[in-house]
């Protein structure tokens, strides 16, 4: 069993920035990527960036790229998503995400465990 807790959403103006951090605890040496996705109300939960362990490699949608860093700290099983130069359709609620695959998978069906959520909210 692995418990993930998100902070760091709140409400920003179009263009500000936000950095979000995921704490992983209970079973973490079974965790090699972590990541986040995110929802926007009336839509499916998407993909925003994820971290290997293995390699520090990272992936992100092409929506953020460009806008979003993922960095982690692996000994902490701790994640952040530095966001810059957000945008009112970054608006979602961001859930942090934990996998035992040893590689990145941008499908929600990948993830093994979910955080409960924090909102990020950009008004135009």
């Known amino acids: 069993q692995v418990q993930l807790a998100e902070s760091g959403g709140g409400l920003v103006q179009a263009g500000g920035s936000l950095r979000l951090s995921c704490a992983a605890s209970g079973r973490t040496s079974y965790v090699w990527t972590m990541g986040w996705f995110r929802q926007a109300p009336g839509k499916e939960r998407e993909f925003v960036g994820a971290?290997?362990?293995?390699?520090?490699?990272?992936y992100y949608a092409d929506s953020v790229e460009g806008r979003f860093t993922i960095s982690g700290d692996s000994a902490k099983n701790t994640v952040y998503l530095q966001m810059d130069s957000l945008k009112p359709e970054d608006t979602a609620m961001y859930y942090c995400?934990?996998?035992?695959?040893?590689?990145?998978?941008?499908?929600?069906?990948?993830?093994?465990?979910w955080g409960q959520g924090t909102q990020v909210t950009v008004s135009s």
């Open positions: 971290i290997s362990w293995a390699d520090r490699s990272t």
């Open positions: 995400v934990a996998s035992t695959n040893r590689y990145v998978d941008v499908t929600v069906a990948a993830y093994d465990y």
